[in-house]
C-alpha cells in the first residue's frame, strides 16, 4: 500500500510539474522562437494533453483499495451531494465570464494567432468580484465535498496545494499582462476563498474597470 501511494504521490508531482512547466512563459517564448507555427496550437494542445494526463492518475486514484476514512451519510450525503452539485452549477455559470474560445485555444487555432501572451482583456465577472479564482474556489468545494479514503484523501492534498501555488504562479503572468490594475485587483479581492471585506459591488468594480490604464491581456 505505500508503494501504492508513493507512486500516485509521483505521478501526481510529475502532472504537476509538467503543467506548469508547460503553462509558463518562458516554454511558451521558447517554442515561439523555434517553432512559430505550432504557436496557434500551442493552447489545445496544453489543453488536451492536461486532460489526457490526468485520466490515467483519476484511475489509478480511485482504483487503489483502501478502507474508508469517512463518508457522507443521511442529511450529510445530501448536503454534500448538493454542494457538490452547485460546484459544478458555479463552474458552468462561471465560464461565462471567460472568452471561452481563448480559454480553450480554438480562437488561436482559427486566428492563427502566434503570440505568447492571453489575448483576452482584463474583465471582473459577476463571480470575480468575490473570488480571484472562481474555478479552483468551485473545485475545491468539489473535491473536498466527496467521500475520502487513504487515496482520495492524499490526492485532494495535492490538489488543494497545487492550487494554491499554482495560482500564484498564474498571477505572476497576469501582473505582467495586466501590470497595475491587476496588482490593485489582488489587493482587493480574495484569492481562492471568499472573504468578508474582500468583495467588490457590481457598482465598485465598475469604478474599478473605469481606472484601467490601458487594455491588458489576459484574465483574471
Known amino acids: 500500500m505505500n508503494l501504492d501511494y ?25 517554442v515561439a522562437a523555434r517553432w512559430p507555427d505550432f504557436m496557434p496550437a500551442y493552447r489545445l ?25 469517512w463518508r457522507w451519510e443521511g442529511a450529510g450525503a445530501w448536503l454534500a451531494n448538493g454542494v457538490s452539485l452547485l460546484a459544478v452549477a458555479g463552474v458552468i455559470l462561471s465560464s461565462r465570464g471567460y472568452d471561452m474560445r481563448e480559454f480553450l485555444g480554438l ?22 468580484r468575490y473570488v480571484r479564482h472562481p474555478w479552483y474556489f468551485f473545485a475545491l468545494l468539489l473535491i473536498w465535498a466527496r467521500d475520502m479514503n487513504g487515496a482520495t484523501l492524499l490526492s485532494s492534498i495535492l490538489l488543494t496545494t497545487y492550487f494554491i501555488v499554482g495560482s500564484k504562479l498564474e498571477e505572476k503572468k497576469l501582473l505582467i499582462y495586466h501590470g497595475e490594475i491587476y496588482r490593485r485587483y489582488m489587493a482587493r479581492v480574495a484569492g481562492l476563498v471568499p472573504l468578508p471585506g474582500h468583495v467588490l459591488t457590481q457598482r465598485e468594480a465598475e469604478e474599478f474597470l473605469g481606472k484601467q490604464l490601458e487594455p491588458g491581456k489576459g484574465k483574471p
Open 45 to 69: 494542445t496544453f489543453n488536451l494533453l492536461a486532460v489526457l494526463l490526468l485520466l490515467p492518475i483519476l484511475v489509478l486514484t480511485y482504483s487503489l483499495p483502501a478502507p474508508w476514512l
Open 6 to 30: 508513493g507512486l500516485l504521490v509521483a505521478c501526481w508531482l510529475a502532472y504537476f510539474t509538467l503543467h506548469s512547466w508547460l503553462a509558463s512563459l518562458a516554454m511558451k517564448r521558447w
Open 107 to 128: 480562437r488561436q487555432l482559427r486566428g492563427k494567432v502566434r503570440s505568447v501572451a492571453d489575448q483576452e482583456s482584463f474583465r471582473i465577472s459577476a463571480f470575480h
